[in-house]
């Protein structure tokens, strides 16, 4: 048995391009994610129904249906529906993947950012609130910087797996390391070395992401005990 590594040269732009969408649609969708799971976050522990309860529906529809369906649904019909109602084209899959991505991760982050939150003990609100800071200001200040640091690990998985997820967006023909991968099987006829090759570029860079968030653990960590310390 013998296989033409020679495909991967020939390849090889399709495969770089793959490598900048996958990171592209990664970062997109942690930022708009993180910013989507802090709103949602802050509503679910609002006390207050009218907030808690479309929050939770968010997070239900998005953690129990799979993100596979969601990529469709957004692609091929909530989108298009909406852009044409408004006499807008559709926009391509690119920009649908970043919409599906980044609500998906949305819903799990929010669910991140409550527990760490919430794992934060009640008499540090009351103490920030009794020196005179406004539930914001105690927020921003006293809270969320001691629940970011129990944060990162569970947010680091869930930026894993959202690298590793964005590979469905293949599916709808995004030009990322998947696609790339069953673009070079397809068109050659040799099935081992560029999905061999999508696979070492996805180890490479999940590995990568787990030494980023491991180093920003034990930084986070270290300046805790100096701020404990003085």
């Known amino acids: 048995m013998s296989f033409d590594w020679s495909v991967l040269i020939d390849y090889k732009d399709l495969f770089i391009r793959g ?3 996958t990171i592209q649609l990664t970062v997109v969708a942690v930022l708009v994610g993180l910013l989507i799971g802090l709103t949602l976050g802050l509503m679910r522990i609002s006390g207050k129904k009218w907030l808690i309860w479309p ?7 998005f953690r129990g249906t799979p993100l596979f369906l969601q990529i469709l649904a ?5 989108l298009p529906t909406l852009f044409e109602s408004l006499g807008m084209v559709p926009p391509d899959a690119l920009f649908s993947s970043f919409v599906a991505l980044s609500l998906n991760a949305g819903a799990y982050i929010a669910e991140i950012f409550r527990g760490g939150i919430q794992s934060i003990d009640k008499g540090q ?14 927020m921003k200040l006293v809270i969320l910087p001691q629940a970011f640091k129990r944060m990162l ?10 690298l590793k997820d964005s590979s469905l967006v293949a599916m709808i ?8 991968a069953f673009t070079t099987a397809k068109n050659t006829f040799e099935r081992i070395p560029p999905y061999l090759m999508a696979g070492v570029m996805y180890l490479i860079l999940t590995l990568l992401l787990s030494r980023v ?3 920003l653990e034990k930084r986070f960590e270290t300046g805790s005990r100096k701020g404990g310390a003085a």
């Not at 929050?55 to 529809?61: P, R, S």
């Not at 957004?74 to 909530?78: M, N, Q, W, Y």
């Not at 023909?173 to 790339?180: F, M, P, Q, R």
């Open 55 to 61: 929050a939770k529906a968010y997070v239900d529809l």
């Open 19 to 21: 490598l900048f969408t």
């Open 153 to 162: 690990p569970p947010l680091g998985n869930e930026f894993i797996a959202l």
């Open 74 to 78: 957004i692609h091929f019909a909530v």
């Open 125 to 138: 609100m009351e103490a920030a609130r009794s020196l005179g800071m406004t539930y914001g200001q105690a």
């Open 173 to 180: 023909a995004v030009n990322d390391i998947t696609y790339a």
């Open 213 to 215: 968030v491991l180093h």
